[in-house]
């Protein structure tokens, strides 16, 4: 019984999908794509480097909110009226602050977030440098101590006797 | 009364915990036996009675038992059955139970097959293993406790998210977690050997086989995760860097770095302080990886602020663990003197080469991941961090690491020359060249990616295959001893090769990749690429537990039918929630990728078509990896090492 009313429940559901009255918006729409082919590409470069507000972690060209469609069209809207791409950035992030670029600015603090890797990387290889040619010219091994060298000479015998048993092919 | 049991052995667990972490570690200190041999008995008890606790909860998921808070949140009565299992681990309280499931796992196989170790050692690496589970058990127990039960139980659940009801995302969270906890292996070796202030050749075969076996999961795990991404999200892209993706990335690149390492312990005695500071932040990473997942605190700060219990929690474990570990490591790393003389070129330098460039690749990553939280939490600015930034800042380290490959493998132990290992490379740096120029002539004027990916790519492959056939020796017969090589060396290979695909495949689907979006009428045929597809028809469908429209689509090549797909758009009623389900038709050099969209007011559906080159390459590449890892941990060297190590003189087994 309960099922069935399900059943007709989802069906009912289908209905309103058809009538487009539970639709949402997905990702990029027909209807958005510009004629001008060159503006399209630029709009769709553009749309990944900018952040879907309302999202976990999106661009707004494969996100499906309503906010992401708008933000999609205004790009596409700014470079019909001949904005440059950074023009276009600019505009959209004085509208929506800098939580829109995927890309952040290298301004004040964020020069730590880009400069980090590559001095990470020059301190690394220069500790590494030092560590190796350390290693290079170190003296050789120590002798082995005189228990170590016991040891190893049970470890041949053993070796030996168990070779003799048993021949490598 | 099954859930009660569950329950209580899960506290019972806490109380075995703490004796594990407790007496053995005396008995080390103080050489009593007695204290020592209580590491085993407890470690497995510990495996049972969590097993026994998350049967029950399993149960209550099997049974729908609404009077559970979390079966209510996370289940529901239509749900299919593997959709209910897995609903036990796919909510915040379960899928801790899972972890401490397998951090119990892995100390028991460690007590069943540690049985050669020396018996202090073994002592304090069950103890570490048991003071990581006091921690977690503690966690689960005092602020998210899978046994709650509800006064008022409803008549039906909320349901699980619908993304999360797919195969592939059912079996992901058990293998990344083998992955993540399977890392607590190398820190309770590196901590214990650190204890006792010796760490040797041993210590680096002991080790090994239990990082690569974790190495091995993460890597599945991980590709596993960006397969169901890619064909769920609905647009076919394949990682995000999204925060929880990296959560899982940074232990993985430590992890990799650290099994190499381990190796210059193992044969050559050096790298050793080096080696126990990356066994602890391989940890210290899969911790990080579980508070960012766990508390939440990447997607808002303000939720973190708001709910801060769980994730101060975790905070408070991840700060007793690594600066307790790091403070150890700092006072006895000065012990941890390295033995072996190596030349400026040598195998040593390359891996020591190969070390620094994942270790720095994380260090990015890590900044990246959490650099907005910092920005927000000291300058108030609210920024974002995203996959432009990441795309630019890590690849410059893969590529340097894939052009250094294939000459640091062959290099000589101790004293190289470069010259000579260069030499054999020819044949595989002029085929690598060879294959990007033929890329670039076949392609006219598109981005670089493309062929410099394939020659990159070539050359880690053609260095991978150079470097098994350089081990047959000279003669006629080299096929007969390639077939005989170690397993090792079979491991080796394949999974520089993996990555060598990888690596191409990756490029290849970012440089190629072609995208239709339009609107199509019923019975309407639209090309794509050399193919023509013809949207047939679209039926409505009522599945289990929704809703759905399923399209029929007909791709055609050279006027023959290729095949038919049945892209779908859901609608999940109980979680209010519409999800795509992308059909894809997968081939060996293409998949075709359809996307039905909406029904358009003027007539004909919204549909979004991919031509996606190499795709299946991506984690053909990631399985190649994580086969070769398993190749290696199959090799009879690694099957002694894992537990049987001669302690009085016997021979070594190579």
């Known amino acids: ?23 949402v918006a997905w990702a990029v729409q027909p209807d958005e794509i510009l004629s001008d082919l060159a503006l399209e590409a630029r709009a769709r470069s553009l749309s990944q480097e900018l952040r879907c507000l309302v999202c976990r972690n999106e661009n707004i060209d494969e996100s499906h909110a309503e906010l992401a469609r708008d933000l999609r069209v205004l790009v596409r809207e700014r470079l019909q009226e001949g904005d440059s791409d950074t023009e276009a950035l600019a505009f959209i992030t004085a509208r929506y602050g800098e939580y829109v670029l995927l890309m952040p600015r290298a301004t004040g603090a964020n020069w730590v977030l880009y400069l980090a890797g590559p001095l990470m990387l020059i301190i690394g290889a220069g500790l590494a440098f030092l560590f190796v040619r350390r290693r290079s010219v170190a003296p050789d091994e120590a002798p082995l101590s005189v228990q170590d060298q016991a040891q190893l000479a049970g470890i041949l015998a053993q070796a030996q006797k168990s070779e003799l048993k048993d021949p490598p092919q | 009364m099954i859930v009660e049991l569950g329950h209580f052995t899960l506290i019972l667990a806490l109380m075995v915990a703490c004796v594990q972490m407790i007496l053995p570690m005396i008995g080390a200190q103080t050489g009593r ?13 510990q495996l049972i009675l969590i097993g026994v606790s998350f049967a029950a909860l399993t149960y209550a998921f099997v049974q729908s038992d609404f009077s559970l808070r979390i079966v209510v949140e996370n289940s529901h009565t239509l749900k299919p059955m593997l959709y209910k299992i897995s609903g036990v681990w796919g909510n915040h309280e379960g899928s801790l139970l899972l972890w401490v499931l397998i951090l119990a796992l892995f100390g028991a196989s460690a007590a069943l097959f540690g049985g050669n170790l020396p018996h202090k050692l073994r002592a304090r690496v069950l103890s570490v293993q048991g003071s990581i589970g006091v921690a977690f058990l503690a966690f689960m127990i005092l602020t998210s406790n899978p046994f709650e039960r509800l006064t008022e139980p409803p008549f039906n659940g909320n349901d699980l998210n619908p993304l999360l009801q797919d195969p592939g995302l059912a079996f992901h969270p058990p293998f990344l977690y083998l992955g993540y906890v399977g890392m607590s292996m190398a820190f309770s070796f590196a901590i214990a050997a650190l204890i006792e202030g010796r760490v040797d050749a041993a210590w680096g075969r002991w080790v090994r086989p239990w990082t690569l076996a974790a190495w091995v999961f993460l890597t599945i795990g991980i590709a596993m995760g960006s397969w169901w991404a890619y064909y769920e999200l609905g647009w076919g892209g394949f990682w995000f860097w999204d925060p929880v993706e990296n959560a899982s990335f940074m232990p993985w690149l430590i992890a990799t770095a650290l099994l190499h390492s381990a190796i210059v312990v193992e044969k050559r005695e050096s790298l050793k302080s080096w080696t126990m500071l990356l066994a602890i932040l391989a940890f210290g990473f899969s911790l990080i990886g579980t508070f960012i997942v766990r508390s939440g605190v990447i997607t808002s700060v303000h939720a973190f602020a708001n709910d801060p219990e769980r994730g101060v929690f975790i905070l408070m474990i991840l700060a007793v663990f690594m600066g307790g570990a790091l403070m150890l490591y700092a006072a006895r790393a000065s012990t941890l003197e390295s033995k072996g003389v ?23 990553v ?9 920005a927000e939490m000291l300058w108030q600015r609210k920024l974002s961090v995203g996959a432009p930034f990441f795309d630019a800042a890590f690849s410059p380290f893969i590529v340097l690491l894939a052009l250094a490959l294939p000459l640091g493998s062959i290099l000589a132990w101790k004293r190289g020359k470069l010259g000579r290992s260069f030499g054999q490379l020819w044949g595989a740096l002029v085929l690598a060249i060879a294959l990007g120029a033929l890329v670039f002539a076949l392609q006219t004027g598109r981005s670089a990616l493309g062929p410099v990916g394939a020659a990159l790519g070539a050359w880690v492959v053609f260095g991978a295959v150079n470097d098994m056939w350089g081990r047959t020796g000279r003669g006629a017969v080299r096929f007969g001893r390639l077939l005989r090589l170690p397993r090792a060396d079979w491991g080796r290979g394949f999974s520089h090769a993996g990555l060598g695909v990888t690596v191409f495949a990756v490029s290849a689907i970012t440089a190629w990749q072609s995208e239709d979006i339009r609107v199509v009428q019923l019975g309407e045929t639209f090309p794509l690429g050399a193919y023509k597809i013809t949207l047939d028809a679209v039926k409505d469908a009522p599945g289990p537990n929704y809703a759905a429209q399923i399209a029929t689509m007909i791709i055609h090549a050279n006027g ?22 992308a059909a894809i038709d997968q081939g060996f050099f293409r998949d075709i990728y359809l996307v039905l969209g909406d029904k358009q007011e003027v007539g004909g559906w919204a549909v979004r078509s991919y031509l996606k080159p190499f795709a299946n390459w991506i984690w053909g590449g990631c399985l190649m990896m994580a086969l070769g890892g398993f190749l290696s941990l199959s090799d009879r060297r690694h099957r002694v090492a894992a537990g049987a190590r001669p302690t009085q003189g016997q021979p070594d087994e190579d």
């Open chain 1, 1 to 23: 019984m309960k099922i069935r009313n399900l059943s007709f429940f989802l069906k009912a559901l289908v209905l309103i999908l058809n009538l487009g009255l539970g639709a």
């Open chain 2, 33 to 45: 036996r007695s204290l020592m041999a209580t590491a085993v008995p407890t470690a497995i008890l």
């Open chain 2, 342 to 364: 190596f030349g400026l070129v040598s195998r040593e330098t390359a891996l020591v080469l190969n070390n620094l460039l994942l270790a720095v690749s994380c260090f990015v």
């Open chain 2, 366 to 374: 890590f900044v990246g991941t959490i650099w907005p939280l910092v």
């Open chain 2, 560 to 581: 023959q039918e290729v095949n038919r797909l049945y892209p779908e758009k859901r609608f999940y009623p109980v979680q209010g929630m519409p999800t795509t389900e």
